[in-house]
């Protein structure tokens, strides 16, 4: 599953490579798919890579070959933009007691891994956390939130929002193609997202680098 961004660039090197026969530079491509740094685009074609899209040629400077395309366009559901059509209006009822939430896979509590995916099932919650709010689950990956109380393979739950006050835990988008859960501080045009736990660097982006996905309203924990 790629992201909009990932697939817009991919898109892209496809279309400079059927007219050129040579793939852009980093430079074209960072100005194409309105990314700020080359960083972003470095992380966008690893992405790429990995999921066997597309491969690096070895030896030749700009060498890229398109490996497969995606299979149809994106939907409305799969646009992390759109994050209220992406989660629904309410949650689903399961009970008087409980209800069942959208499961987006999994985010990292560590170094950011891929942008937030379709949902991959539901998980049953009491109603007392989400009450009406909009709200979805995400399993964690990591460690860098234990001071937090937040840790590897714990769900948590999370309304959908796109601003939050600073010292929230939230979830970040980065550079629209990498998602992290970790807690809010803005200073003019800075954004940091702080870990809780001393063996993690904070991470510091310019703040048009970083969109807000939701705030951390709930914990789930199986022992």
Do not use: W
Not at 25 to 44: C, L, N, T, Y
Not at 102 to 122: F, K
């Amino acid at each position: 599953m790629l992201t909009p961004k990932q697939q817009e660039l991919l898109l892209y090197i496809n279309s400079r490579l059927t007219r050129d026969g040579i793939s852009p530079s980093f430079e074209e491509m960072k100005d194409a798919v309105g990314i700020r740094s080359k960083s972003g685009i470095h992380r966008m074609i690893k992405a790429l890579e990995e999921r066997r899209f597309l491969r690096r040629l070895p030896y030749r400077a700009r060498a890229l070959e398109i490996l497969k395309m995606p299979p149809e366009p994106y939907s409305q559901r799969a646009v992390p933009g759109n994050m209220a059509t992406v989660f629904g209006n309410s949650p689903a009822a399961s009970n008087d007691n409980t209800v069942l939430l959208p499961l987006h896979g999994r985010i990292a509590a560590g170094t950011p891994i891929e942008a937030l995916r379709d949902p991959t099932g539901n998980v049953e919650i009491p109603a007392g956390i989400v009450g009406a709010r909009k709200c979805y689950a995400l399993e964690i990956e990591g460690d860098s939130m234990t001071g937090a109380g937040i840790l590897d393979g714990d769900t948590v739950i999370i309304e959908y929002a796109e601003t939050a006050e600073n010292g929230t835990i939230v979830v970040a988008l980065i550079d629209e193609a990498e998602a992290t859960l970790k807690r809010l501080r803005r200073s003019g045009r800075t954004t940091a997202l702080e870990a809780s736990n001393p063996a993690y660097h904070n991470n510091h982006y310019d703040s048009d680098r970083v969109r807000i996905q939701g705030r951390l309203v709930g914990l789930l924990r199986r022992y």
